[in-house]
Protein backbone atom coordinates (compact mmCIF):
# COMPACT_ATOMS: atom_id res chain seq x y z
CA UNK A 1 0.00 0.00 0.00
CA UNK A 2 1.12 3.55 -0.76
CA UNK A 3 1.06 5.94 1.76
CA UNK A 4 -0.21 9.96 1.36
CA UNK A 5 2.53 12.27 2.06
CA UNK A 6 1.95 13.84 5.50
CA UNK A 7 2.70 17.02 6.72
CA UNK A 8 6.36 18.83 6.87
CA UNK A 9 7.89 18.27 9.93
CA UNK A 10 11.33 19.05 11.15
CA UNK A 11 13.75 16.10 9.86
CA UNK A 12 14.36 12.80 11.85
CA UNK A 13 16.82 10.21 11.60
CA UNK A 14 16.22 6.58 11.76
CA UNK A 15 18.23 6.55 14.20
CA UNK A 16 16.83 9.24 16.41
CA UNK A 17 13.46 7.81 15.85
CA UNK A 18 14.51 4.40 17.14
CA UNK A 19 15.99 6.27 20.05
CA UNK A 20 12.31 8.23 21.07
CA UNK A 21 10.80 5.31 20.69
CA UNK A 22 12.93 3.24 23.06
CA UNK A 23 12.47 6.21 25.62
CA UNK A 24 8.96 5.67 25.11
CA UNK A 25 9.56 1.79 25.95
CA UNK A 26 10.99 3.01 28.95
CA UNK A 27 8.54 5.73 30.52
CA UNK A 28 5.98 3.31 30.13
CA UNK A 29 8.15 0.26 32.09
CA UNK A 30 7.93 3.32 34.76
CA UNK A 31 4.15 3.21 35.12
CA UNK A 32 4.09 -0.67 35.42
CA UNK A 33 3.94 -1.50 31.10
CA UNK A 34 5.39 -4.63 30.36
CA UNK A 35 7.87 -4.17 27.13
CA UNK A 36 9.20 -6.90 26.37
CA UNK A 37 8.27 -8.58 23.50
CA UNK A 38 4.89 -7.71 22.10
CA UNK A 39 3.66 -3.95 23.08
CA UNK A 40 0.38 -4.42 24.46
CA UNK A 41 -1.21 -0.37 22.03
CA UNK A 42 -4.59 -0.64 23.81
CA UNK A 43 -3.81 -0.97 27.24
CA UNK A 44 -0.89 1.95 26.41
CA UNK A 45 -3.54 4.28 25.43
CA UNK A 46 -6.54 3.27 27.99
CA UNK A 47 -4.13 2.52 30.79
CA UNK A 48 -0.69 3.94 30.61
CA UNK A 49 -0.58 7.18 28.68
CA UNK A 50 -3.14 8.36 31.09
CA UNK A 51 -0.82 7.83 34.01
CA UNK A 52 2.27 10.03 31.85
CA UNK A 53 0.15 12.93 30.56
CA UNK A 54 -2.62 14.25 32.68
CA UNK A 55 -4.48 15.65 29.99
CA UNK A 56 -4.14 12.23 27.37
CA UNK A 57 -7.70 11.96 25.54
CA UNK A 58 -8.40 8.89 23.43
CA UNK A 59 -11.38 9.28 21.96
CA UNK A 60 -13.50 6.21 20.00
CA UNK A 61 -15.23 7.52 16.56
CA UNK A 62 -18.13 5.97 14.86
CA UNK A 63 -17.02 4.82 11.68
CA UNK A 64 -17.00 6.92 8.86
CA UNK A 65 -16.63 9.85 11.00
CA UNK A 66 -13.26 11.04 9.64
CA UNK A 67 -13.66 10.09 6.18
CA UNK A 68 -10.57 7.95 4.61
CA UNK A 69 -8.80 8.03 7.92
CA UNK A 70 -8.62 5.42 10.11
CA UNK A 71 -7.19 7.54 13.15
CA UNK A 72 -6.20 10.95 13.89
CA UNK A 73 -3.81 13.03 16.32
CA UNK A 74 -3.99 16.28 17.29
CA UNK A 75 -0.23 16.65 19.16
CA UNK A 76 -1.04 20.16 21.05
CA UNK A 77 -4.43 19.20 22.36
CA UNK A 78 -2.83 15.19 23.54
CA UNK A 79 -6.00 13.73 21.69
CA UNK A 80 -6.19 10.90 19.65
CA UNK A 81 -8.96 9.87 17.74
CA UNK A 82 -9.37 6.46 16.58
CA UNK A 83 -12.52 4.93 14.68
CA UNK A 84 -14.45 2.50 16.18
CA UNK A 85 -13.58 -0.51 14.07
CA UNK A 86 -9.95 0.38 14.22
CA UNK A 87 -9.80 0.47 18.27
CA UNK A 88 -12.04 -3.11 18.47
CA UNK A 89 -9.37 -4.78 15.83
CA UNK A 90 -6.43 -3.29 18.48
CA UNK A 91 -8.33 -5.09 20.80
CA UNK A 92 -8.50 -8.27 19.22
CA UNK A 93 -4.81 -8.35 18.47
CA UNK A 94 -5.16 -7.43 14.60
CA UNK A 95 -1.51 -6.27 13.46
CA UNK A 96 -3.18 -3.67 11.21
CA UNK A 97 -5.08 -2.35 13.63
CA UNK A 98 -2.37 -2.21 16.25
CA UNK A 99 0.21 -0.53 14.14
CA UNK A 100 -2.59 2.03 13.46
CA UNK A 101 -2.53 3.04 17.41
CA UNK A 102 1.07 3.09 17.62
CA UNK A 103 1.46 4.49 14.63
CA UNK A 104 -0.88 7.73 16.38
CA UNK A 105 1.57 7.69 18.72
CA UNK A 106 4.22 8.48 17.29
CA UNK A 107 2.52 11.92 15.86
CA UNK A 108 1.54 12.82 19.69
CA UNK A 109 5.28 11.72 20.81
CA UNK A 110 6.79 13.42 17.61
CA UNK A 111 5.14 16.29 16.19
CA UNK A 112 4.52 18.64 19.09
CA UNK A 113 3.66 22.26 17.50
CA UNK A 114 2.50 20.71 14.24
CA UNK A 115 -1.26 22.26 14.43
CA UNK A 116 -2.22 21.79 10.92
CA UNK A 117 -2.49 18.16 9.99
CA UNK A 118 -4.01 17.85 6.81
CA UNK A 119 -1.80 15.78 4.32
CA UNK A 120 0.80 17.45 2.57
CA UNK A 121 -0.30 17.74 -1.29
CA UNK A 122 0.65 15.12 -3.51
CA UNK A 123 3.21 16.91 -5.57
CA UNK A 124 4.97 18.22 -1.97
CA UNK A 125 8.80 18.35 -2.40
CA UNK A 126 9.72 17.27 1.04
CA UNK A 127 12.01 14.49 2.01
CA UNK A 128 10.73 11.22 3.95
CA UNK A 129 12.69 12.17 7.04
CA UNK A 130 10.78 14.97 7.22
CA UNK A 131 7.30 13.54 6.75
CA UNK A 132 4.87 13.16 9.78
CA UNK A 133 3.68 10.07 8.09
CA UNK A 134 7.16 8.03 7.12
CA UNK A 135 7.79 9.41 11.28
CA UNK A 136 5.19 7.91 12.82
CA UNK A 137 5.19 4.95 10.64
CA UNK A 138 8.81 4.55 11.61
CA UNK A 139 8.20 5.10 15.27
CA UNK A 140 5.24 2.54 15.00
CA UNK A 141 7.57 0.20 13.70
CA UNK A 142 10.33 0.70 16.08
CA UNK A 143 7.83 0.92 19.39
CA UNK A 144 6.10 -2.57 17.97
CA UNK A 145 9.29 -3.97 16.59
CA UNK A 146 12.46 -3.13 18.50
CA UNK A 147 15.25 -3.02 16.30
CA UNK A 148 17.68 -5.31 18.37
CA UNK A 149 15.14 -7.67 19.01
CA UNK A 150 14.37 -8.17 15.05
CA UNK A 151 18.05 -8.43 15.18
CA UNK A 152 17.88 -11.50 16.49
CA UNK A 153 14.84 -13.42 14.61
CA UNK A 154 15.32 -15.44 11.76
CA UNK A 155 12.28 -14.78 9.61
CA UNK A 156 9.56 -12.36 9.17
CA UNK A 157 7.10 -14.92 10.28
CA UNK A 158 8.79 -14.80 13.41
CA UNK A 159 8.50 -11.30 13.86
CA UNK A 160 4.65 -11.53 13.06
CA UNK A 161 4.19 -14.15 15.77
CA UNK A 162 6.58 -12.32 18.07
CA UNK A 163 4.99 -8.55 18.33
CA UNK A 164 1.48 -9.35 16.89
CA UNK A 165 1.86 -7.86 13.25
CA UNK A 166 0.96 -7.92 10.15
CA UNK A 167 2.88 -10.32 7.85
CA UNK A 168 3.26 -7.36 5.89
CA UNK A 169 4.68 -4.97 8.53
CA UNK A 170 6.93 -7.83 9.76
CA UNK A 171 8.06 -8.78 6.08
CA UNK A 172 9.14 -4.39 5.44
CA UNK A 173 10.43 -4.39 9.49
CA UNK A 174 12.44 -7.69 9.01
CA UNK A 175 14.01 -6.58 5.34
CA UNK A 176 14.63 -3.28 6.58
CA UNK A 177 16.75 -4.56 9.90
CA UNK A 178 18.38 -7.25 7.84
CA UNK A 179 19.26 -4.87 5.18
CA UNK A 180 17.47 -7.39 2.26
CA UNK A 181 16.22 -5.76 -0.74
Excluded at 53 to 68: A, C, E, K, Y
Excluded at 116 to 136: M, T
Aim: hydrophobic share 40%; net charge positive.
Amino acid sequence: MLRKRGHRVRPLSVEKIRAIASQMRELLSVVGAPINGAIDVVEVTDLYLPKLMDDFRLDIVPDGSMGSDHARTYPDKNLIQVQESVYEGACRGQGRDRFTLAHELGHLRLHRGVTAYARAAASSNHKPYEDSEWQADAFAAELLMPYKEVLQCSSAMAVAYLYGVSSKAAEVRFKKVKGIQ
